[in-house]
Nanobody, 127 residues
């Protein structure tokens, strides 16, 4: 089992920054890829970013590319998401997720490739 706990959400104004963190336990953290997803009210959960097991590869949704940065610290079992230049459309509940290991890199945008999810943290961006 893997336990994931997100933190760092909040209410900010457009143009501000936030840094989300996800503390992981229960499995060797560096074993598998990790991802961030988000879900806005009335919408489906969507991919935000993914990072490979040792952080050498990253991938982003087009909507956040250039504004968000995903990173991980395997020594601290922590996944991070630095969010800059936030927009009202970034408002959502943000979830970190651990993939089932061995997922082809090109499939890490798919929710179905992730076995473990955190409880989510709310990010609200006002205009």
């Amino acid at each position: 089992q893997v336990q994931l706990v997100e933190s760092g959400g909040g209410l900010v104004q457009a143009g501000d920054s936030l840094r989300l963190s996800c503390a992981a336990s229960g499995r060797t953290f560096s074993t598998c890829a990790m991802g961030w997803f988000r879900q806005a009210p009335g919408k489906e959960r969507e991919f935000v970013a993914a990072i490979s097991s040792f952080g050498t590869n990253t991938n982003y949704a087009n909507s956040v590319k250039g504004r968000f940065t995903i990173s991980r610290d395997n020594n601290k079992n922590t996944l991070n998401l630095q969010m800059n230049s936030l927009k009202p459309e970034d408002t959502a509940v943000y979830y970190c997720a651990a993939d089932r290991c061995g997922t082809p890199w090109g499939r890490l945008q798919n929710l179905s490739e992730y076995d473990y999810w955190g409880q989510g943290t709310q990010v609200t961006v006002s205009s």
